[in-house]
């Protein structure tokens, strides 16, 4: 079996992206970050995720963004609550973490490399009003080019490395029905920006705004709700 890393924030994307990789036949490696974001419940999340779907290893590396803030999530600045989803459709949001993406994807780089994998695995999303633009089709195709000019494998030839965002063009509904057929148990997920400390979802930022639309649209009941409210 191959192995590929798999980037794995603990939110239903990345763990449906985990299990899409593990379901290709991969022995997965999942790589979180503790990035100076808000709270650690995230962090908690990908633990129990990579638990339960299986990973050779997962490890949790320290970048501390927060140094530099700028984020929403990494400043003191508060979570936007209360969005209408025509308000996430414009603009890029202040949850936004400058260059969050390329510094992850550069360190599941070098790991990689190190473990002669060439397949990488990341659960961004460009539909659904992320407005990121580090989730972005041509982000994605941009950053395999440039891992494959960085890199010995890319050189010498013979390993092409792949970056896999098997989300990018799914509706969060689709990505739900694809995670539930995968057999991924949502109630150990966290999607919320600014969860209370026991990992109660707010239900206000948009990250629980659009999980919730996702859930009504699969026509499913998110078994956090269950548990939480
Ligand atoms: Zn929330």
Known sequence: MSNAIVLLSGGLDSATTLAIAKAAGFSVHALSFRYGQRHGIELEAAARVAAALGVVEHAVIDVDLARFGGSALTADIAVPKGRSLDDMGSGIP???????????????????ETLGARDIFLGVNALDY????????????????????????GVEGHRRIRIHAP?????????????????????????CYDPGPDGQPCGQCDACTLRAKGFAEAGIEDPLVDRFF
């Open 130 to 153: 992320s407005g990121y633009p580090d989730c972005r089709p041509e982000y994605i195709a941009a950053f395999e080019q440039m891992a494959n000019l960085a890199t010995r494998s």
């Open 167 to 191: 989300l990018i063009r799914m509706t969060k509904a689709e990505i739900i029905h694809q995670g539930q057929a995968l057999g991924v148990d949502f109630g150990l997920t966290c999607s």
């Open 94 to 112: 202040i949850t936004y973490v400058p260059a969050r993406n390329t510094v992850f994807l550069s360190l599941a780089l070098a790991w990689a």
